[in-house]
C-alpha cells in the first residue's frame, strides 16, 4: 500500500495543469458550500433573533383566557409580584409586565387599528431593546404628558410627526369604550412589520388608568440568558403555575418553527446539489486522466501489476487531489466567514423588501465550527465516489490493446 501511495502521489503531480484544475474545483466547492451554509443560516439566524428579540421573546405567560379572548379584563392575579420573583431567577436575563389590548389609533387626519402595549420602559428595553431601534424622537425620555412610541410606518399611515396629538380608544374594563390622547415621542424601525404598521407603546400606567385596571398585567416577556435553557425553565414556570397559560417562542409563532425546518432541508439540498456537481466535475477530470494514460497502465497490468492495485492507485490519487483541495478550500472559506462575521454583508439596497419580511439589512454569516468538520469529510467522500467509475474503467482496459495505443 506503500508503493501505491508513493506511485499515486508522483502521478498526481506528473499533469500539474490537469491536477491543479481538480484541486481548483474543489477548492471552490467547498467555499462555495461553506459560503451559501452561512448566508442561508445569517438569514434564518436574523429572522429568528429579531423576531425573539423585537417582538416575541423567549416566553410568554398569560391568563389561560388572554389568547383565545384577549379581553381587557382577563389580568393575572399577582402578575407584577410574579414579574418580581422570575425578574431574581439567574437563567432569566430580563422580565417585562406589559398591559395589551386591542384598539383604534387615531390622527386628525388617519385612523388605524392596531395592538396597544402599556409598558414600563426601563423593563421592556432590556426585552426588546426598542430603545435602540428609535429612528425619531426618544424612547419615553420626553417630557411629554401621555407619551407614546410608534412604528415609523404607522406614522407614516396616521400622517403623524414628532410632538403630534393621537387618540387611542379601546375598552375598560366594564367593557365600556375609553379613550385617551398622547403625544408621540418617538418612532421606531424594527424588522417586524406587525410592530412597524400596527404596534403602539404607551406606559402601563397610563393604559391602567384610562382602562380602570389596578394590577394590569396581561404579559408577562422572559428573556433567557441562554436558550438552551429554555426546555429546563418552560416545564419548570408550567408545574409552579399550572393556571396560567405559559408559551415558548416556538408556540407563539409556530411559523418561526416552520420556517426554521424548510431552511434545514433547502441547506441540504444545497449540500446535496454542491456535492453532486463535484462528483461529476472530479469524474470527468480523473476519466481524461486514465484515458490519457491507457499505454501506461496496459503496461503496468502487463509486467504484473493486478487489477485491484491500478483500481486502488486511481482512487488514491483522487483522495491525494481532496486532501490537497480540502483544506485550502476550507481555510478560504474560514476567512471569509470570519471577515463577513464581523463586516456583515450590506443589503441595504433591498432593506424596504427584506423589512417586509422580518429581515435585517445587514447580514451577518454564520457557521457552526462542526460544519467544518462535516464538509472535509463530505468532501473526501465526494472524492472517494467521483474516483469509482474512472478507476472501473482502468480496468476493464485489455493490456495487450493498451500497449499498442498510440
Given at each position: 500500500m506503500k508503493m501505491l501511495a508513493t506511485i499515486a502521489w508522483r502521478n498526481v503531480w506528473r499533469s500539474r495543469g490537469r491536477s491543479l484544475v481538480v484541486i481548483g474545483s474543489i477548492v471552490v466547492g467547498i467555499w462555495a458550500l461553506i459560503f451559501m451554509l452561512g448566508f442561508m443560516n445569517g438569514f434564518m439566524i436574523s429572522y429568528i433573533n429579531g423576531a425573539i428579540r423585537n417582538e416575541i421573546s423567549h416566553i410568554q405567560i398569560h391568563e389561560a383566557n388572554f389568547k383565545e379572548d384577549p379581553n381587557i379584563g382577563f389580568v393575572m392575579p399577582g402578575g407584577m409580584d410574579l414579574a418580581e420573583s422570575l425578574a431574581s431567577d439567574p437563567r432569566i436575563q430580563a422580565v417585562s409586565p406589559r398591559s395589551v389590548t386591542g384598539g383604534m389609533i387615531s390622527s386628525p387626519r388617519k385612523s388605524s387599528g392596531g395592538r396597544i402595549f402599556g409598558i414600563i420602559p426601563d423593563r421592556e428595553r432590556l426585552v426588546t431593546q426598542h430603545d435602540s431601534?428609535?429612528?425619531?424622537?426618544?424612547?419615553?425620555?420626553?417630557?411629554?404628558?401621555?407619551?407614546?412610541?410608534?412604528?415609523?410606518?404607522?406614522?407614516?399611515?396616521?400622517?403623524?410627526?414628532?410632538?403630534?396629538?393621537?387618540?387611542?380608544?379601546?375598552?375598560?374594563?366594564?367593557?365600556?369604550?375609553?379613550?385617551?390622547?398622547?403625544?408621540?415621542?418617538?418612532?421606531?424601525?424594527?424588522?417586524?412589520?406587525?410592530?412597524?404598521?400596527?404596534?403602539?407603546?404607551?406606559?402601563?400606567?397610563?393604559?391602567?388608568?384610562?382602562?380602570?385596571?389596578?394590577?394590569?398585567?396581561?404579559?408577562?416577556?422572559?428573556?433567557?440568558?441562554?436558550?438552551?435553557?429554555?426546555?429546563?425553565?418552560?416545564?419548570?414556570?408550567?408545574?409552579?403555575?399550572?393556571?396560567?397559560?405559559?408559551?415558548?417562542?416556538?408556540?407563539?409563532?409556530?411559523?418561526?418553527?416552520?420556517?426554521?425546518?424548510?431552511?434545514?432541508?433547502?441547506?441540504?439540498?444545497?449540500?446535496?446539489?454542491?456535492?453532486?456537481?463535484?462528483?461529476?466535475?472530479?469524474?470527468?477530470?480523473?476519466?481524461?486522466?486514465?484515458?490519457?494514460?491507457?499505454?501506461?497502465?496496459?503496461?503496468?497490468?502487463?509486467?504484473?501489476?493486478?487489477?485491484?492495485?491500478?483500481?486502488?492507485?486511481?482512487?488514491?490519487?483522487?483522495?491525494?487531489?481532496?486532501?490537497?483541495?480540502?483544506?485550502?478550500g476550507i481555510l478560504i472559506a474560514l476567512i471569509t466567514m470570519y471577515w463577513l462575521g464581523l463586516q456583515g454583508i450590506d443589503l441595504s439596497a433591498y432593506s424596504e423588501g427584506l423589512r417586509e419580511f422580518g429581515y435585517s439589512s445587514i447580514l451577518y454569516p454564520y457557521i457552526e465550527n462542526s460544519t467544518y468538520a462535516y464538509v472535509a469529510t463530505g468532501v473526501i467522500i465526494t472524492a472517494l465516489l467521483g474516483a469509482l467509475y474512472p478507476a472501473y474503467k482502468a480496468v476493464q482496459l485489455n493490456p495487450t490493446e493498451a500497449l499498442h495505443t498510440v
Open positions: 431601534l428609535i429612528t425619531e424622537g426618544s424612547y419615553f425620555k420626553s417630557d411629554l404628558k401621555n407619551p407614546i412610541v410608534i412604528g415609523k410606518e404607522l406614522a407614516n399611515t396616521l400622517k403623524v410627526k414628532l410632538n403630534s396629538k393621537v387618540v387611542l380608544t379601546f375598552q375598560d374594563r366594564e367593557n365600556n369604550l375609553v379613550a385617551g390622547a398622547f403625544r408621540v415621542a418617538g418612532m421606531l424601525e424594527t424588522t417586524s412589520p406587525q410592530i412597524n404598521k400596527a404596534s403602539a407603546y404607551i406606559l402601563m400606567e397610563d393604559l391602567t388608568r384610562i382602562a380602570g385596571l389596578k394590577d394590569g398585567v396581561h404579559e408577562i416577556a422572559l428573556l433567557l440568558e441562554n436558550p438552551e435553557s429554555e426546555t429546563v425553565v418552560l416545564p419548570e414556570l408550567r408545574s409552579a403555575h399550572p393556571d396560567l397559560l405559559i408559551e415558548s417562542w416556538r408556540e407563539i409563532a409556530p411559523e418561526l418553527e416552520l420556517f426554521l425546518s424548510m431552511t434545514d432541508s433547502f441547506l441540504w439540498v444545497l449540500i446535496g446539489i454542491i456535492m453532486i456537481a463535484l462528483i461529476f466535475g472530479i469524474i470527468n477530470t480523473m476519466l481524461m486522466a486514465v484515458l490519457e494514460r491507457y499505454r501506461e497502465l496496459g503496461m503496468l497490468m502487463a509486467i504484473g501489476m493486478n487489477k485491484w492495485r491500478i483500481f486502488m492507485m486511481i482512487v488514491i490519487e483522487t483522495i491525494f487531489l481532496s486532501l490537497v483541495g480540502g483544506p485550502i
